[in-house]
């Protein structure tokens, strides 16, 4: 099977042509499967034209939201009614299956995915600075802070999409026709995956960008053969290795940036991987 993984396209028609032209490319490799892993457009007509844009790469697709897909700074919607209900109706209605809320089977391969919301796990162990901190700095590091209203703090946002996801994947995990599991996040789940720390800045921003605990519970399912994550808009690949009689995870970011959108096409019988890239201007 071939499944085509894409994720921070973030459309805006400045950068359209760039989306349709790896919607072809995509569609010229045949996918079984297209999952979008978030940061796909915001507001919410430019969430569903990026849905649009890659309606016609396969017919089997599915998606999860990023953080920037719940900003609400057109005052129109707020973010929890773009969370709870209109994101994942306009998946629907562009035929996408919203992996926060179910799994797909495909033969003996699950897929599972959450938005994975950051927890500061991916933050310097050096720095001593409690949670607090970086809740209340961050209207000065990230936008989230200025743009999402909805009233859950990040650790509590980050536990409650965790346990749902956990429960899903623990659903595949314990499903006898299910061989190897893929799990699709929006925030990367590994430190390997961060911008190497060599400032204090760096070490303070990378808690922004992962959750590590979640990537230890990923860690201790053993059908998990690749994780694909977003969000941090470059390329990394690691092999994390596990007990010896469970084969090593696999971890790529995909390497899409605004207006130079890319995508990771996976291979399940060699489970050998492809980017396939459109350049900026
Ligand atoms: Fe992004
Ligand atoms: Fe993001």
Redesign the pocket.
């Known amino acids: 099977m071939r499944i085509a993984i894409t994720s ?1 396209i ?1 459309f805006f028609p400045q950068w359209a042509d760039k989306l349709q032209e790896l919607a072809e490319l995509l569609q010229l490799e045949r996918p079984d499967l297209l999952v979008l892993a978030g ?1 796909i457009g915001e507001p919410l007509y430019m969430f569903t034209r990026g849905l649009d844009n890659f309606s016609s790469v396969c017919e089997q697709r599915a998606a999860v939201a ?1 953080n ?1 897909d719940v900003w609400h700074r057109t005052f129109t919607y707020t973010s929890d009614h773009l969370w709870n209900s209109l994101l994942p109706e306009a998946a629907s209605a562009y035929h996408y299956t919203w992996l926060e809320h179910q799994n797909l089977v495909i033969g003996d391969l699950g897929i599972c995915g959450t938005i994975a919301w950051y927890d500061y796990g991916g933050k310097h162990p050096h720095l001593q600075l409690d949670d607090d901190f970086y809740q209340s700095i961050k209207p000065q590091i990230s936008n989230d802070a200025n743009y999402i209203d909805w009233p859950w703090t990040d650790i509590e946002f980050a536990q409650q999409v965790a346990e749902g996801f956990e429960a899903r994947l623990d659903d595949l995990q314990n499903n006898p026709d299910v061989k190897n599991i893929i799990v699709v996040t929006h925030v990367p789940l590994f430190k390997g995956c961060l911008k190497p720390i060599n400032t204090v800045e760096q070490g303070i921003l990378n808690a922004y960008y992962a959750n590590i605990e979640l990537g230890q519970k990923v860690l201790k399912r053993g059908k998990v053969r690749a994780v694909f994550s ?2 941090v ?1 470059h390329a990394r690949q690691l092999r994390i290795a596990r007990h010896a009689d469970t084969s090593a995870l696999a971890v790529y970011t995909i390497p899409s940036d605004y207006g130079s959108p890319a995508a990771i096409i996976l291979n399940t019988s060699t489970w050998e991987t492809e980017i396939i890239r459109v350049a900026g201007d």
Do not use: L, M, S, V
């Open positions: 921070d973030h940061d990023g920037h977003g969000h808009h």
